[in-house]
Every structure is written in C-alpha cells, then in structure tokens.
C-alpha cells in the first residue's frame, strides 16, 4: 500500500510540475471542449509526457500555438526527451522553428 501511495504522490507532483511548465493552471477546472485550440495542444502535449514514454509522435502538435508557446514547448520536449531517454518524432508544415531543437531531420517535397 505505502508504494502505491508513493507512486500516487509522485504522480500528482509530476502532473503538477507539468501543468506549471505548460501555463495550464488557470484551466484546472475546465472542461476540454471549452479551452482554445492551443490550450488544447498544450494539454495534450504535457498528457503525452506524464506517462515517461520512450517514444512521443507529434503530428502538428504545435499548430494551433503562438510562436512564443511553440518554442516553449518544444524547448521542454526536447530536454525531457534527453533526460528520460526518450524519442519524438515530430510532423510539421513550418519546423523552421524548432530547427535549432532537433538532431535529424527529414524532408518531404511534393508528397
């Protein structure tokens, strides 16, 4: 029961930690479906990363996001990513952006 307990605490102060870093404080207590496009991608952003995968998939993950939260987000991605040892894979339309973040890049032209 204590390591349950303890995991249960580590994970709230994570989900905690998470919610700061991404500016989501003030949407605790709102529903998904009434917070903007960006605030959405934020959430799902930090959801992604509560659970320490080995792999994160983004796929316009940033879209809906002011320039400012864009490089934000990718800027604690990309550091989360090294200290849990961990991959993304990311799909954007305009990645110039992040281009000082990542370590491989593939392009795609007409297709």
Request: hydrophobic residues 40%; negative net charge; glycine residues 2%.
């Amino acid at each position: 029961m204590l390591i349950l307990r303890n995991f249960i605490r580590s994970f709230i102060k994570k989900v905690d930690a998470l919610i700061h870093t991404f500016e989501l404080e003030h949407l605790r207590k709102r529903s998904f479906h009434e917070i903007s496009p960006g605030e959405r991608q934020r959430t799902l952003l930090a959801q992604s990363i509560v659970r320490s995968p080995e792999l994160i998939c983004l796929d316009e993950a940033t879209s809906a996001m002011d320039p400012q939260h864009t490089h934000d987000s990718f800027e604690y991605l990309v550091k989360q990513a090294k200290e849990q040892n961990c991959a993304i894979i990311a799909i954007s339309h305009s990645l110039y952006a992040q281009l000082d973040q990542v370590t491989h890049l593939l392009v795609f032209s007409e297709g």
